[in-house]
């Protein structure tokens, strides 16, 4: 007998019944569905049996074997999509599991937790089949009725944990759709979270696109759907695949306004709410579905001098040694202008994010300052998502119309002025006629070409920055005759994932982690400045490092725990076996973290004399390791601008008409910036671009 079901129309959502039930309902599901004796030998089918489910990149499809002594005799996994070195290297230990134990109740393989757990939906899924289970189980719907009308919940595992789905449907109709799923990184798959149910409602399917840079997120939402679908008796094939499709021929609109701001990241949501209260009519344009860009990343905090929570808490600071540590920290070639602004206008910033309900009264010491002068979130929540959600709430009570999926395409210029913007959106294009323009569209970090331009020994390298990032403002403002500054000013983030693009905090390394090479061996001061360590890291074998932390390290850092359970993580019991996980020599390895143990305890690094981070070993079993290499984080040059916030031409005169703030100019950072002035720069000059917008439309 051969009951094959292909991978593809298993995907489709052909396979309905108690096997796709399985999959979709998640482990936990599955522990209760599978008969007890179904993992002993002899109690399958004999036949073939394929099953699919959503990996790391995509979906991971398992094919059983089973032989005519109804024991399982070949596994095939494939998943092509998996990280290579992570989920993809684990698939063959998977493998050997499930013939070892004859079962799909396997151990994960650690480090590849996205991977094992689809590998295992899939193989229970698949032997669920072989097990004879009836596909006549299933609930159904009535002839002619999608559902079997009620209220159904199912949940699936998303990017921190997992993603809890309530539909209530009635016989040809979804009515609600309620997901909850408080562990997804904030402003990223928590759009998805806040987004994909009224998409749902909209397409009256569960079969519509994942969003764009929420993808883990976004197929845990559908999967849970689709399980919660399937318990109300639906046939997921007759769903129709209902993607946010272009529209072939679009509409040509004008519109009108004063101010039109183009890119939703910090910078341009400052400048929107400001110019709002200011008492103009603005539009901001957005091209990805959801708001935040990079700011949603920021995980520090921002600097600020002479504010009151300084003054409060008793700490001596001053605008001045703002500046000079601005400037020493960008290698002196900063613009001082536009420095001395940024700082003289910072506390104002934290004032004004007071009154807006964003307060950041957590005063610590950060790289690169003389005082304690970056300020955070009371909660020690990351600082981007704290202020995009802030943000986002001000424009939700403003009333802002923030036009999300439209991307703008050129600026309109007439006599040399800056008159409005062409932009696309899915349906319509669109001629927005304003007085003034603000540019925020961020850097570009995500542009490889662009990179490539302005640096071509970073080719190929990864960057940290969110999808969005294209330098579409430089490319337009540009065309407009805008000048550039600093544009080949890079910054490399030394502790960046390779496969996933995660960047790894700075926070592990000032907690105790060190670097290693694949050696064995450390190299440098693990705590040097960010351009250092990420040049040190590409002298090494293979131009990257692993960098090595403790249980105790994790237990005292909230963010290891994402990079545990998105899988990048490799560990071990002891060090030994942590250093055959990576390749690495046991002995050396061993050697390198107990010297490394008796300089944290001297107090003293002879090698390469680090004097920070080392106020605890790395002992507490067990140890950790993520393979990391440079990647780019921020783009320090772009468009030239006054301390007015004026977009500056070629000839060194104010373009008219034309503002720009934030990641989308240089100036402000020189040749390195320092953490907790990508907030203040976004925060000051999303503030001084409104300012200057406002005042020229009158
Ligand atoms: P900053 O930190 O300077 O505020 P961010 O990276 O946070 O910059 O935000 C920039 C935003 O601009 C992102 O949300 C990005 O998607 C958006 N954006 C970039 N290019 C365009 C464009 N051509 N049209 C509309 N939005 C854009």
Not at 111 to 129: C, D, I, K, P, R
Not at 221 to 247: C, M, N, Y
Not at 441 to 463: A, C, H, S, W
Request: charged share 20%; proline share 3%.
């Amino acid at each position: 007998m051969n009951k094959t079901i292909s991978a593809k129309e298993f995907r489709k959502g052909l396979a309905i019944g108690l096997a796709v039930m399985i999959i979709l309902a998640g482990l936990e599901a599955v522990e209760h569905l599978i008969p007890k004796n179904a993992g002993a030998k002899g109690d399958y089918t004999p036949g073939t049996y394929t099953a699919s489910s959503q990996g790391f990149g995509g979906p991971v499809d398992v094919t059983v074997t089973v032989g005519n002594k109804g024991g399982i005799t070949d596994v095939a996994i494939a998943g092509a999509a998996e990280t290579p070195d992570v989920g993809g290297a684990a698939i063959p230990a998977l493998q050997a599991q499930i013939l070892e134990k004859q079962s799909a109740e396997i151990d994960a393989v650690s480090g590849a937790t996205f991977t094992s757990n689809a590998v295992m939906e899939a193989a229970a899924a698949a032997l669920a089949q072989a097990s004879g289970m009836e596909v006549e189980e299933a609930p159904k719907a009535a002839e002619g009725d999608l559902f079997i009308p009620g209220t159904y919940t199912a949940s699936s595992k998303g990017f921190g944990g997992d993603v809890e789905v309530t539909v209530t449907v009635s016989e040809d109709m979804i009515e609600s759709v309620d997901i909850m799923g408080d562990h997804e990184t904030e402003n990223i798959g928590s759009f998805a979270v806040d987004m994909l149910g009224d998409r749902i409602i909209a397409a009256q399917s569960p079969n519509i696109d994942a969003l764009t840079g929420a993808t883990v997120t976004s197929n845990a939402i559908l999967r849970a759907v689709q399980s919660a679908f399937t318990q109300a008796g639906a046939d997921l094939s007759k769903f129709p695949q209902a993607q946010e499709e272009e529209a072939a021929e679009k509409t040509e609109e004008t519109l009108e306004t004063d101010i039109v701001i183009v890119g939703a990241g910090g910078a341009g949501m400052t400048a929107a709410i400001k110019a709002t209260n200011a008492g103009k009519n603005v539009i901001l344009l957005e091209k990805m579905p959801y708001a935040g860009g990079n700011t949603t990343k920021a995980t520090g905090g921002m600097n600020a001098a002479e504010t009151h929570y300084q003054e409060e808490q008793g700490i001596e600071d001053s605008v001045e040694q703002f500046v000079e540590d601005t400037m020493n920290g960008g290698h002196n070639i900063n613009d001082r202008d536009l420095v001395t602004i940024m700082a003289e206008k910072s506390a104002e910033g934290i004032d004004w994010l007071d009154s807006i309900g964003a307060p950041l009264p957590k005063v610590s010491f950060s790289g690169g300052a003389t005082n304690a002068r970056i300020h955070a979130p009371e909660d020690g929540s990351g600082v981007g998502a704290f202020l995009v959600t802030s943000f986002l709430k001000q424009i939700d009570e403003l009333g802002i119309n923030v036009m999300y999926d439209t991307k703008a395409t050129e600026l309109i210029m007439e006599d040399g002025a800056v008159t409005g913007v062409k932009a696309e959106g899915k349906k319509s294009i669109y001629t927005i006629k304003a007085k003034a323009v603000i540019l925020t569209t961020g850097g570009f970090g995500n542009n490889e070409e662009m990179i490539v331009q302005y640096r071509p020994d970073l080719k190929g390298t990864v960057t940290t920055s969110a999808p969005g990032i294209m330098g579409d403002g430089i490319v337009m403002a540009q065309a407009a005759g805008a000048d550039l500054v600093d544009i080949d000013q890079i910054q490399l983030h030394p502790t960046v994932e390779q496969g996933t693009s995660m960047l790894i905090t700075e926070s592990v390394r000032g907690d105790g982690a060190i670097l290693v090479n694949q050696e064995g061996k450390r190299f440098i001061n693990e705590l040097l400045p960010r351009d250092v360590v990420s040049a040190g890291e590409l002298e090494q074998t293979g131009s990257y490092a692993y960098i090595i932390f403790d249980q105790r390290l994790r237990e005292g850092l909230k963010a290891t725990e994402k990079y545990v359970s998105t899988g990048i993580t490799v560990q071990g019991d002891t060090i030994e076996e942590l250093a055959e996980q990576i390749g690495v020599d046991p002995a050396t390895l061993k050697e390198t973290i107990e010297t490394w143990n008796s300089y944290v305890a001297a107090g003293e690094d002879p090698d390469f004399e680090r004097t920070t981070g080392m106020e605890a070993d790395l002992s507490v079993a067990p140890y950790y390791a993520i393979k990391i290499a440079p990647g780019i984080h921020h783009t320090m040059g772009g468009i030239k601008i006054n301390t007015e916030a004026q977009v500056i031409n070629t000839e060194g005169e104010p373009i008219p008409g034309l503002f720009a703030a934030g990641e989308v100019t240089g100036g402000v950072h020189g040749g390195n910036r320092i953490g907790g002035n990508a907030v203040a720069d976004i925060v000051v000059f999303g503030s001084v671009a409104a300012e200057s917008a406002v005042a020229y439309c009158e």
